[in-house]
């Protein structure tokens, strides 16, 4: 997983400032997925994009979030409006093509978010 | 609703013994089931995967069963080594795995005793 980079490691946010967070796929992947983690809580998908598009958003609240994977640079999710709730660990996955199986996901080591 | 439950939520086992992490889902869209290991500070690695097809893969050390129609999965390490030593998810996901979202339990911490 070495591969996918995030940045930054550590986020540290006053409630209702604003948090981006960035996300590097692996070369060659254009699939990225971003997966939220709560204290005490498996990972839980949050949107899925390809270059430019968003795939599935299933995942997303509703209000203050945001994912976008442009043709150049990397994936941002965005939160607006920060809460407490939102403390917790962020992570990126990237695969490489439509039809991969799982296996080829890797993930990134994370952003902590931490909201005071 | 948690649809992947990983009940136990540590387990300690002696080097050289087995262990066996255990898992159960509640979806029957669920058709590919996954593990995935994680020490801390680090993202989430792929371990092994199984198919609903299937009933057993393995891995070298690593063998994961699935019962169907218990709707239940285990993950046996044998012999167990420290560096075992990690969170375990378990994670589903329907389409046979091919680019779709997982689901995830809320994880084992394995605990292997030198």
């Known amino acids: 997983n070495a591969g996918v980079m995030q940045n930054p490691r550590h986020l540290v946010r006053r409630r209702g400032q604003e948090a981006r967070l960035r996300c590097s796929p692996m070369k060659g992947h254009s699939h990225v997925y971003w997966y939220r983690q709560l204290p005490e809580e498996g990972l839980k998908f949050m949107v899925y994009?390809?270059?430019?598009?968003?795939?599935?958003e299933s995942g997303m609240p509703k209000e203050r979030f945001s994912a976008e994977f442009p043709k150049e640079g990397p994936s941002i999710l965005r939160i607006q409006q920060v809460v407490r709730g939102d403390s917790a660990a962020y992570f990126c996955?990237?695969?490489?093509?439509?039809?991969?199986?799982?296996?080829?996901?890797?993930f990134g080591s994370g952003t902590q978010l931490s909201v005071l | 609703d948690q649809q992947v439950k990983q009940n136990s939520p540590s387990l300690s086992v002696q080097e050289g013994r087995i262990s066996i992490l255990n898992c159960d889902y509640t979806?029957?869209?669920?058709?590919?089931f996954l593990w995935y290991k994680k020490y801390p500070a680090e993202g989430p690695t792929f371990l092994i995967s199984?198919?609903?097809?299937?009933d057993k893969n393995e891995d070298g050390r690593f063998t994961v069963f699935l019962n169907k129609s218990a709707k239940h999965l285990s993950l046996h390490i044998v012999p167990s080594q420290p560096g075992d030593s990690a969170v375990y998810f378990c994670a589903a996901s329907a389409d046979y795995g091919a680019n779709s979202k997982l689901t995830f339990g809320k994880g084992i911490t394995l605990s292997v005793r030198p």
């Open positions: 994009l390809q270059k430019e598009n968003i795939i599935d």
């Open positions: 979806n029957s869209m669920f058709d590919y």
């Open positions: 199984i198919s609903s097809i299937k």
């Open positions: 996955a990237s695969s490489p093509a439509l039809g991969t199986t799982n296996e080829k996901l890797f």
